[in-house]
């Protein structure tokens, strides 16, 4: 006779195949045998697949699949359903290739793959020692060559393959497995929960049944401002019970409610200038609990020190540090070499991004580009902004770089100011220009008179800036004379100085950018008085 005890050891293969066969109800016996089940357990699985209620033993029950879906099973998206004897789970519905138990990867539901078991060993699970194995299907571990007890379920700690331990329900409720409410239970075996004593329709299918509030996507057709707010993102809350309103917001309904510092134009302080930007409007933010300063950017930063052109103490020169030691919002490195009194404020500042409707040309060809201007041409070209100087002291300064190598003929890239017509068409009568001639490697100062443009006094750019690297002319008129200044990214500073015997108030007129048998690209312009 072979008489079975004790089921104490789970692990021994006769004692499992005869619980199996007594759960099942078909135990046999032929001659003299007999069964001794005064050690065993009832079977823990009184589940009825087909109630729609997940119960102790099944995956999935109808419509209750636990809070599970096909993006939580490893797919893509799609409709999960529960398979036949509620077992496992009918991903037919679902799109994506989802995971794929055997390639050593841990995806969706699996818990472990060949021999990625995620960190996972028998003592974790447990045991005492031994070799932890994953089990196929990837579902679970398998823990047949594990030594020691294992986790033993009633002890109130959940340990191993253990869901829940009697009322150790890992921080689960009947609300966070979908349910409206009632008592989550833990099942005899310690392996599932026990939802019978969970009340309401499931939550979590997207579909508003029953007394949901909501459901998932599925609000009902309400939103923020039919809850009462302004705007907002409504959402439904944990449980389907109730609307989730984080997220919803009285603020831009141009009052300031509790919790707000502004809204709209009420509660607004402070200035573009007060915050060092030389234009621009502050604002209430967003949500309403603060200023912005976002009206005072441009949203521009052309030299790529971090701070916004419009705000930017000196626009062309990247810089770590503000300095304005006269206070005057001029940053010092853009002062004129001169003095730091003789220039004063920034005019106009073109960074060459959409303002095509600020600039003319007079012969040559100019091309926008993304943040630059390409002047090009071989008898002499001029691009003049629309801006008019017409006080005695100003400043013109360019950057620009040669994307190529130059002829060998006379050229050159200019800054041009005090430029005067005529009145007989397009007939230039006087201006200056502040040129580099890459050819010779020499700074000149031209002035435009009856005869033309003629060299009035020129230095000589010894340097080893190469094509693709900045160039930078200034030309500066003030009492003191027309100055014309070079620097470049090697670090070279050249500068000349001629004292015009008509008068510095010639140097009144347009402004703008000149080539003569040259190409350049133009990144930045800007004057100053």
Not at 315 to 339: I, R, Y
Not at 391 to 419: I, K, R, W
């Amino acid at each position: 006779m072979y008489t079975v005890k004790s089921v104490s050891d789970r692990r021994r293969a006769p004692v499992r195949s005869l619980v199996a066969v007594l759960a099942a109800g078909a135990a046999l016996c032929l001659g003299a045998c007999t069964f001794d089940t005064a050690g065993l357990e009832p079977p823990a699985n009184n589940a009825s697949c087909g109630n729609g209620v997940l119960e102790t033993g099944e995956t999935c029950d109808g419509g209750d699949l636990g809070g599970q879906t096909c993006a939580g099973l490893g797919f893509e998206s799609g409709v999960l359903g529960c398979g036949a004897g509620c077992a496992g789970f009918d991903t037919s519905n679902c799109t994506g290739e989802g995971p794929v138990c055997g390639d050593g990867e841990i995806e969706g539901a699996e818990v472990c793959d060949g021999t990625n078991l995620d960190g996972q060993t028998c003592v974790t699970r447990g045991f005492d020692a031994g070799e932890l194995a994953c089990a196929a299907g990837c579902a679970t571990f398998d823990t047949s060559d594990c030594t020691g007890s294992g986790p033993v379920c009633g002890d109130g700690e959940i340990n191993g393959d253990e869901t829940c331990d009697g009322t150790n329900l890992d921080g689960q409720t009947c609300v966070t497995r979908g349910f409206v409410s009632g008592t989550l239970q833990c099942a005899g075996d310690c392996a599932a929960f026990v939802t019978d004593a969970c009340l309401g329709q499931f939550c979590g299918n997207d579909v508003l049944e029953g007394t949901e509030t909501c459901d998932g996507t599925d609000l009902g057709g309400e939103t923020c401002a039919t809850q009462g707010f302004f705007s907002g993102q409504l959402a439904c809350g944990i449980g389907c019970a109730a609307f989730d309103l984080s997220d919803c917001t009285l603020c831009g309904n141009a009052f300031i409610d509790p919790g707000e510092l502004c809204d709209g134009t009420l509660g607004v302080f402070g200035t573009c200038e007060e915050l060092g930007c030389r234009s621009g409007e502050v604002a209430c933010n967003a949500d309403c609990t603060g200023v912005t300063n976002a009206g005072c950017y441009t949203g521009h930063d052309e030299d790529a020190d971090g701070v916004d052109d419009n705000c930017d103490a000196c626009p062309t020169w990247h810089e770590d540090v503000q300095a304005d030691g006269d206070h005057d919002g001029l940053g010092d490195v853009c002062e004129s070499p001169a003095g730091s009194t003789v220039l004063t404020r920034f005019v106009t500042f073109e960074p060459f991004t959409s303002n095509t409707g600020n600039w003319s040309a007079s012969g040559g060809s100019w091309n926008w580009g993304a943040d630059h201007v390409v002047g090009e041409d071989t008898i002499g070209g001029n691009y003049y902004h629309n801006l008019q100087m017409t006080v005695s002291t100003l400043g013109v300064e360019a950057t620009f770089y040669h994307p190529e190598p130059g002829s060998l003929m006379s050229n050159y890239t200019s800054v041009v100011f005090g430029v005067q017509h005529n009145g007989l068409g397009n007939t230039q009568s006087a201006g200056w220009a502040c040129s580099f001639k890459r050819n010779s490697s020499e700074l000149v100062l031209f002035k435009y008179g009856t005869t033309g443009w003629s060299s009035q006094t020129t230095a000589a750019v010894s340097t080893s800036a190469v094509d693709g690297q900045w160039r930078k002319l200034r030309g500066v008129a003030s009492t003191a004379g027309i100055r014309c200044y070079y620097l470049d990214e090697a670090g070279t500073s050249v500068n000349v100085t001629y004292t015009d015997n008509e008068g510095v108030t010639a140097a009144s007129g347009k402004v703008g950018l000149r080539t003569y048998n040259e190409k350049a690209v133009f990144t930045s312009f800007i004057t100053y008085q």
